[in-house]
């Protein structure tokens, strides 16, 4: 970790994959996102090694390369807990009470914004949206939905992910992968989960119900 070099082994590893991934795009330089996720699910972050290895798989240079990485903020710059855990502080969100739990978690957790517990296990972070308003306040933790939050239920939650406990996300897959594997999945390389859980859900369809209630149509185009 932080090393300026990946050792022989991990590099081997890498280039396969990066090969793969950069194999699927006509330029080179599109596969850039995906390759950053890809070092991300090796060092959960992005390392100097991996900015490294990215300039040079691509061609790129490194100056590049960091301006990417310090424009998106799914790419961290530092370590992250194994758990990345996104409270939406958004305008319906923060009404809804996401302000109090960012204060109530932090407080509890002993971490800030992008920070981690010393443990690894657990990093909290603000988010402007995670565009599930209608189930708000919304959490993530590790771009899965945890929906309907209280104060209560988002220290428990935090608790129940630094104590290994089996914890399921609200909406998708049955089970939480962790911030490693998730960013493998960001860079192309799946899992089999996605299809996992309903992609929509509650109040996602009440507007579809009175539709189909009232006979109400979209124009014809």
């Not at 599109?30 to 900015?51: F, I, T």
């Not at 971490?111 to 308003?133: F, Q």
């Not at 771009?143 to 428990?156: C, G, L, V």
């Amino acid at each position: 970790m932080g090393h300026s070099t990946y050792s022989p082994e991990v590099r081997d590893r890498l280039e396969r994959d990066a090969k793969e991934i950069i194999g699927r795009y006509p330029k080179t330089r599109s596969a850039l996102l995906p390759l950053l996720h890809l070092v991300q699910s090796e060092d959960g972050y992005v390392s100097d090694a991996g900015q490294e290895f990215c300039a040079e798989m691509l061609g790129l240079s490194k100056a590049e390369v960091t301006g990417v990485v310090t424009f998106y903020t799914m790419y961290k710059r530092k370590p992250v807990g194994d758990y990345h855990v996104g409270v939406c502080i958004n305008a319906l969100c923060a009404v809804m009470g996401g302000d109090q739990i960012w204060d109530e978690l932090t407080e509890h957790a002993g971490v800030g914004h992008d920070e981690a517990t010393p443990d690894g296990k657990v990093s909290l972070e603000r988010i402007e949206c995670n565009a599930a308003c209608d189930f708000a306040p919304v959490m993530m933790v590790n771009w899965e939905f945890f929906d309907n939050q209280t104060p209560e239920s988002a220290k428990q939650l935090v608790d129940d992910l630094r104590d290994g406990k089996d914890v399921r996300p609200t909406r998708g897959p049955k089970k939480l992968c962790t911030f490693k594997e998730a960013s493998r999945v960001l860079a192309g390389l799946p899992d089999d989960l996605a299809g996992e859980g309903p992609s929509a859900a509650g109040p996602s369809l009440e507007g579809l119900k009175v539709a189909k209630a009232n006979g109400w149509k979209a124009p014809e185009a």
